[in-house]
């Protein structure tokens, strides 16, 4: 299984509605997403599924993303992308759905929890990202075992420089 972990783009420090949750991407942020979106597609992942946050900015961020890759099914929302959610519970989720390639968009410190059980099977080591940086982690068909290879680390700079 391939998954790719895409952290949220830039997002607006305060939302209209003052919650978090409703935080939406800035222009430079959307701006940003638009050049990652065209390198992810040029990576071909082939995504059978895509797994966001329910947070704004992590849909925001994963539009142009399905978009550019030709991606036309619904997202899957789920709460196992929350920021502070337990980050076996999405791996179980995928195991579930099992699919060939997948794209989880979410956010820090999730994403860094995520990161190190992948890469080590333990929760409890963090490798953050940065905001639009993308990792991929070949995991076998049940990727909590924490058995996952990392393939790739690239940071946002590097992504809008393969467009």
Do not use: W
Not at 2 to 20: K, N, W
Not at 75 to 82: I, V
């Amino acid at each position: 299984m391939l998954i790719h972990l895409l952290r949220h783009a830039e997002a607006e420090d305060v939302s209209p509605t003052g919650r978090d949750a409703d935080r939406r991407l800035t222009e430079e942020g959307r701006k940003r997403m638009r050049a990652v979106a065209k390198a992810i597609a040029k990576l071909d992942p082939g995504y059978e599924a895509v797994l966001v946050s329910p947070l704004v900015r992590a849909r925001q961020t994963a539009e142009p993303v399905a978009e550019a890759c030709g991606f036309e099914r619904p997202f899957t929302e789920t709460k196992n992308l929350a920021p502070n959610a337990d980050p076996i519970e999405v791996l179980h989720e995928l195991a579930r759905l099992r699919p060939a390639a997948a794209l989880l968009v979410g956010h820090q410190p999730h994403f860094g929890r995520l990161f190190g059980l992948l890469l080590s099977g333990r929760p409890e080591l963090e490798i953050p990202m940065k905001k639009a940086g993308l990792a991929a982690f070949e995991a076998p068909s049940d990727p909590s075992l924490g058995l996952a290879e990392l393939k790739f680390l690239l940071p946002p700079r590097l992504l809008e420089k393969l467009v």
